[in-house]
Structures are given as C-alpha cells and as structure tokens.
C-alpha cells in the first residue's frame, strides 16, 4: 500500500548556507528505495489554519520503504542540516487502496 511522507517548514528558512547543504547532500545519492517526488516547495493555499511554509511530499511503495529511505544512513547524514535551516515537522502517512477510498 502507498505511503507518503510529508515535511512541511513552519517558518521561513532560518540558515540558508544549511540548506543549500542539505540539498546539495540529498541531491548526490540516488534514493535507497523507490519514491516519487509529488510536491516540491509548489504554491500553497490555506484552507484552515495557518499554511505552511513549505511542502515536500514524495510517495513510496509502503510505509516501510519510506521509514527506511528516512533512515538510512546518507539521509540521516544530511537531515541536520535541514534541522539547522528551519523548523519543520515531518510524517508518514499510510495510502489507501485503489478503489477503496
């Protein structure tokens, strides 16, 4: 079943030299499992509440490839830099089948 895992910044960008650092390590290695990259940094619009920021979301095959792109090592080697440029929260969330949503 697919599963999305979504970052959004809460503020603006704090450290601009971190994240371009992080980018710059995320970019290098290609991805240790399969994803799909559906938004990236696109225009938001709010409906309730406050909107972020900024939007990532990339989709994965299952909720454990995308713990495991998040985990693995050259990811966790860049995510301090994205922590030092910016306050973000970040989750998984599970898909549901096709036809069954």
């Not at 697919?2 to 290695?29: H, K």
């Not at 225009?43 to 979301?57: R, S």
């Not at 490839?65 to 080697?77: F, G, L, M, N, V």
């Not at 830099?81 to 973000?88: C, D, F, I, Q």
């Amino acid at each position: 079943m697919a599963a999305y895992l979504i970052v959004s910044r809460i503020g603006p960008v704090r450290d601009a030299d971190a994240l371009a650092e992080y980018q710059r390590r995320t970019r290098l290695q290609p991805p240790s499992v399969p994803l799909e990259p559906l938004v990236v940094y696109g225009d938001v619009q709010a409906l309730e509440g406050q909107a972020p920021d900024g939007v990532v979301m990339l989709r994965f095959d299952s909720v454990d490839d995308a713990r495991a792109w998040y985990d693995h090592p050259s990811y966790q080697e860049a995510l301090p830099h994205r922590l030092k440029a910016g306050e973000y929260q970040a989750f998984i969330v599970e898909g549901v089948e096709p036809g069954n949503g």
